[in-house]
T-cell receptor
């Protein structure tokens, strides 16, 4: 398996534009997580899905952020409209099950909003 | 409110010596702990984990120690090698119920000097 695949690797956009980040989890993994990494807050969980259903979105910072998982092999994180403070590295991760198991991370998308 | 704390942003260790990375947590509901390693421009990769029913777990050069009463865990790397230079994240989860996803510390940048 190629692991968790995220695209794009880098995204530069202007403030106010819509940004869509994409993720393909590892096949067979039931859980998918979106994390954001910033210098100030470190790695923080934004939202996670179980069997394509959003379970906990309490980490989503604002209504400008939304995430979907239309099927088991694809998820998107959308920011509309984007703001400079959204600049961060966004990671997608997947895991086989809840509980005592590690999550596997993608390489991340570095988002810069100017 | 940081529930997982890594108080040393960076640590410099000579090659061949022992590296000790520390992590403290505040949430007594955490019962599963993990260490991740991250190289620049890559996603975190799982290194080693420990369940709260144990106080030690060893995997090759890596050993994690858990002191539940102190809410403290540490990662020992011995002997340290140049390839160990990376950012190390401590993470915790509540495997027995409640929220899924991992709560991360802010990381410790380990630098192995030749």
């Amino acid at each position: 398996d190629a692991g968790v695949i995220q695209s794009p690797r880098h995204e530069v956009t202007e403030m106010g534009q819509e940004v869509t980040l994409r993720c393909k989890p590892i096949s067979g993994h039931d859980y998918l997580f979106w994390y954001r990494q910033t210098m100030m807050r470190g790695l923080e969980l934004l939202i996670y899905f179980n069997n394509n259903v959003p379970i906990d979105d309490s980490g989503m910072p604002e209504d400008r952020f939304s995430a979907k998982m239309p099927n088991a092999s694809f998820s998107t994180l959308k920011i509309q409209p984007s703001e400079p403070r959204d600049s961060a590295v966004y990671f997608c991760a997947s895991s086989l099950r809840r509980g005592n198991t590690e999550a596997f991370f993608g390489q991340g998308t570095r988002l810069t909003v100017v | 409110d940081q529930q997982v704390k890594q108080n040393s942003p960076s640590l410099s260790v000579q090659e061949g010596r022992i590296s000790i990375l520390n992590c403290d947590y505040t949430n007594s509901m955490f019962d599963y702990f993990l260490w991740y390693k991250k190289y620049p421009a890559e996603g975190p990769t799982f290194l080693i984990s420990i369940s709260s029913i144990k106080d030690k777990n060893e995997d090759g050069r890596f050993t994690v120690f858990l002191n539940k009463s102190a809410k403290h865990l540490s990662l020992h790397i011995v002997p340290s090698q140049p390839g160990d230079s990376a950012v190390y994240f401590c993470a915790a989860s509540r495997a027995g119920g409640g929220a899924d996803g991992l709560t991360f510390g802010k990381g410790t940048h380990l630098i192995i000097q030749p």
